[in-house]
T-cell receptor, first 112, second 113 residues
Framework: QKEVEQNSGPLSVPEGAIASLNCTYS??????FFWYRQYSGKSPELIMF????GDKEDGRFTAQLNKASQYVSLLIRDSQPSDSATYLCAVKGVDSSYKLIFGSGTRLLVRP | EPEVTQTPSHQVTQMGQEVILRCVPISNHLYFYWYRQILGQKVEFLVSFYNNEISEKSEIFDDQFSVERPDGSNFTLKIRSTKLEDSAMYFC???????????FGPGTRLLVL
């Protein structure tokens, strides 16, 4: 059974701090990794994706991938109260071109 | 900014009834998806659709489910005989290429009584 695991949280950080969200996956052959943000009662919103080991930066967001450890993370710099949401990690199935396997998400609270 | 739209936003139905959930993907997107999220649970893949046919489906997408692109803009999910456990938020998504499910619609909340 292919799994994507995330700590449910909540992760609470003060405004302006760096929030670090983590995700592990079970299928060693996975190649594509995605981070979505989901506000309560709303649909997922793609933040960024990463395919290669290392870091990928987009504005205040940095995705980090370590395939050897089967670990992907999302850093949010200068966290704002508006970043308070659930962050979903998703992995494209190894034997799939289209299917995303989602984690249960980490709830982030940014305290003003 | 183009968006994926879905109708209705809420649907209440009786067990055993048929429902059709409608989606209008972003116009230049070629890949279409349905996902669902049972309250408090993970987002789950149902089906992907490309070039007017199903490209992949999950074990959830059994014979009770079907998808159709009846014209150049709409993409529908039909549940033939709803069960209580079909109660969930159903999200349509579309992509041009690259990231699967790049753009999600706002969802249809389905409640089966």
């Amino acid at each position: 059974q292919k799994e994507v695991e995330q700590n449910s949280g909540p992760l609470s950080v003060p405004e302006g701090a760096i929030a670090s969200l983590n995700c592990t996956y079970s299928d060693r052959g996975s190649q594509s990794f995605f981070w979505y943000r989901q506000y309560s009662g709303k649909s997922p919103e793609l933040i960024m994706f990463i395919y290669s080991n290392g870091d990928k930066e987009d504005g205040r967001f940095t995705a980090q991938l370590n395939k050897a450890s089967q670990y992907v993370s999302l850093l949010i710099r200068d966290s704002q109260p508006s970043d308070s949401a659930t962050y979903l990690c998703a992995v494209k199935g190894v034997d799939s071109s289209y299917k995303l396997i989602f984690g249960s998400g980490t709830r982030l609270l940014v305290r003003p | 900014e183009p968006e994926v739209t879905q109708t209705p936003s809420h649907q209440v139905t009786q067990m055993g009834q048929e429902v059709i959930l409608r989606c209008v993907p972003i116009s230049n997107h070629l890949y279409f998806y349905w996902y669902r999220q049972i309250l408090g649970q993970k987002v789950e893949f149902l089906v992907s659709f490309y070039n007017n046919e199903i490209s992949e489906k999950s074990e959830i997408f059994d014979d009770q489910f079907s998808v159709e692109r009846p014209d150049g803009s709409n993409f529908t999910l039909k549940i033939r005989s709803t069960k209580l456990e079909d109660s969930a938020m159903y999200f349509c998504a579309s992509s041009d290429s690259g990231a699967p499910a790049r753009d999600f619609g706002p969802g249809t909340r389905l409640l089966v009584l």
